[in-house]
Nanobody, 130 residues
C-alpha cells in the first residue's frame, strides 16, 4: 500500500523557518518524483516544489524561489521541504504527492499539475503569523 506521511508543520512568525518531511512507503521510492503542494483557505491547491526521481532536478513556484529548498534522502525514503523567510501568505495546508508516472524530458515540466500525481499525503498545516 502506497503511503505518504507529511509532517513538520506548525505556527511560526514571519521571517521564521520550518522543515517539512514526507515519508514514503509502498513503492520504489527512487523511481518517482515527489511534489509539494499547498492549499490556502478559499484557494485552489497549487504546486510549490518538485524533485525528480534521482534528485538531480528541482523546481519551484515563483512565489517560493530563493526561500524554499527541496531535497530527498533515498535511504530514508523521505523528501524534505526547507522553508525559510516565511511570509503570512505561505500559510496553507501542505501536501506531498507521488508522481503518477516515471519522468521523461517531455513530461517533467508538468510537475505543477495535480493530475500528474496518483497518491497524496494527508497534509500538514503551516501557519505564519505577521
Amino acid at each position: 500500500e502506497v503511503q505518504l506521511q507529511a509532517s513538520g508543520g506548525g505556527l511560526v512568525q514571519a521571517g521564521g523557518s520550518l522543515r517539512l518531511s514526507c515519508a514514503a512507503s509502498g513503492f520504489t521510492f527512487d523511481d518517482y518524483g515527489i511534489g509539494w503542494f499547498r492549499q490556502a483557505p478559499g484557494k485552489e491547491r497549487e504546486g510549490v516544489s518538485y524533485i525528480s526521481n534521482g534528485g538531480g532536478s528541482t523546481f519551484y513556484a515563483d512565489s517560493v524561489k530563493g526561500r524554499f529548498t527541496i531535497s530527498r534522502d533515498g535511504a530514508k525514503k523521505t523528501v524534505y521541504l526547507q522553508m525559510n523567510s516565511l511570509k503570512p501568505e505561505d500559510t496553507a495546508l501542505y501536501y506531498c504527492a507521488k508522481r503518477r508516472r516515471t519522468e521523461t524530458y517531455s513530461n517533467i515540466w508538468l510537475w505543477m499539475l495535480n493530475h500528474e500525481y496518483d497518491y497524496w499525503g494527508q497534509g500538514t498545516l503551516v501557519t505564519v503569523s505577521s
